[in-house]
Nanobody, 131 residues
Framework: QGQLVESGGGLVQAGESLKISCTASGLPSNLDGYAMGWFRQAPGKNREGVACISWRGDSKYYRDSAKGRFTISRDNSKNKLYLQMDSVMREDTAMYYC??????????????????????WGQGTQVTVFG
């Protein structure tokens, strides 16, 4: 049974940096062929796509508020997905989830919509920005 586990969340002061990770295990082909993404959900709000990446890492999407501040990356040899968050703002406070889907192609990747990632989801890691 495949699973994704997020880690690295916590309290961070506005303007500082935080890097969160997602580790995959038990997937049929490790991470080969799986597009992946970071999504977040704040209390009372819908889940939204933050950044998505193709399985080779050659195509990336960022929501407008993340452009220039966040960097998504992956290391398929380590079964890991990362999100480097710089210059964080209080509006970035949310539960952050990683997801993987074998059937997300480049058109879906550019939309980075949670509903189109259906194969695997993690349980989330909380990021709280203060100050």
């Amino acid at each position: 049974q495949g699973q994704l586990v997020e880690s690295g969340g916590g309290l961070v002061q506005a303007g500082e940096s935080l890097k969160i990770s997602c580790t995959a295990s038990g997937l049929p082909s490790n991470l080969d062929g799986y597009a992946m993404g970071w999504f977040r959900q704040a209390p009372g709000k819908n889940r939204e796509g933050v950044a998505c990446i193709s399985w080779r890492g050659d195509s990336k999407y960022y929501r407008d508020s993340a452009k220039g501040r966040f960097t998504i990356s992956r290391d398929n040899s380590k079964n890991k997905l990362y999100l480097q968050m710089d210059s964080v703002m209080r509006e970035d406070t949310a539960m952050y989830y990683c997801a993987a889907d074998f059937n997300v192609g480049y058109p879906e990747l550019q939309r980075c919509i949670a509903e189109e990632f259906t194969d695997y989801w993690g349980q989330g890691t909380q990021v709280t920005v203060f100050g």
